[in-house]
């Protein structure tokens, strides 16, 4: 694909996402003119107002709290995936054990295994903990099947030319899987968000999104709920976005069909 044609239609994905934000606004103006479910639904400029009234005090620290929570939670549940999704390759037999780990933690209602978290560990353990077990799955999965992608004459060449299992892995495999893995990468940003925010909802913690929300809930702050709600929103947003970067920039062979 020309450069042209990739500016034309990143031009177009661009027009339609802002189509699509528009087409939004115009929904959620409609539902809240119409006062569907009550006083619930307020429109987004008075979210807006709130917001801008509240300021950076109350959103700037909650933000910046949420965000290493889930940062964190996505660096160590992404490593240990990637690290399983090597042995899985490297060593073939295990691959029972480490695929049943993965849909166990896939599977387990993070919700009732948080609090034991809380109770075990205490403070902040809970939201990171839950941001890892989020992201885990999706990228072990992607990452095995990157790593299985890899062209089969290539590795045939590497053996050929007396390279072992490490190698192939080295100079195939690890290349092959880079656009599963970082596929699964920017699913798992977002993913890390949520676990983080419910980790807050658990207790044990003062500040973060989770905790923000949480308090205008109960205090019936409906706008200011809307606010910290499109707040965790801008935040799983932002570590798609940087992931995507990180992709483009990673595996440029692969824009033409991003």
């Not at 959103?59 to 999704?85: D, E, M, S």
């Not at 695929?99 to 939201?127: D, E, H, K, M, N």
């Not at 890390?192 to 019936?220: K, P, R």
């Amino acid at each position: 694909m020309s450069r042209g044609s990739e500016q034309l239609r990143f031009h177009w994905k661009g027009l339609g996402g802002l189509a699509g934000i528009a087409a939004l606004l115009a929904v959620w103006s409609i539902l809240a003119a119409l006062r569907v479910a009550g006083d619930t639904v307020p429109g987004p400029w008075r979210v807006l107002h709130t917001m801008y009234t509240d300021g950076w005090a109350l959103y700037g620290p909650n933000f910046g709290v949420t965000a290493r929570g889930a940062l964190q939670g996505f660096l160590w549940g992404n490593l240990l995936a990637i690290a399983l999704a090597v042995l899985v390759v490297l060593i073939p037999p295990i691959e029972m054990l480490v695929t049943q780990l993965a849909i166990l933690s896939y599977c387990t209602p993070l919700l009732a295994l948080g609090p034991i978290i809380l109770v075990v560990f205490g403070g902040r353990t809970p939201t990171v903990f839950l941001a890892a077990m989020y992201c885990f799955f999706t990228t072990m999965v992607g990452t095995v099947s990157g790593l299985r992608s890899a062209d089969r004459t290539s590795l045939d060449l590497i053996r050929a030319y007396g390279g072992g299992r490490w190698q192939q892995l080295r100079r195939v495999q690890v290349i092959a899987a880079l656009p599963n893995t970082l596929a699964a990468l920017k699913i798992a940003a977002p993913s890390a968000v949520l676990g983080a925010i419910i980790g807050e909802y658990l207790g044990g913690v003062d500040s973060g999104i989770g905790v923000a929300l949480t308090a205008a809930q109960n205090a019936y702050e409906v706008p200011r709920t809307w606010g910290m709600a499109l707040a965790a929103a801008a935040l799983a947003g932002l570590g798609y976005a940087a992931v995507a970067l990180v992709a483009r920039v990673a595996v440029p062979w692969m824009r033409a069909e991003a």
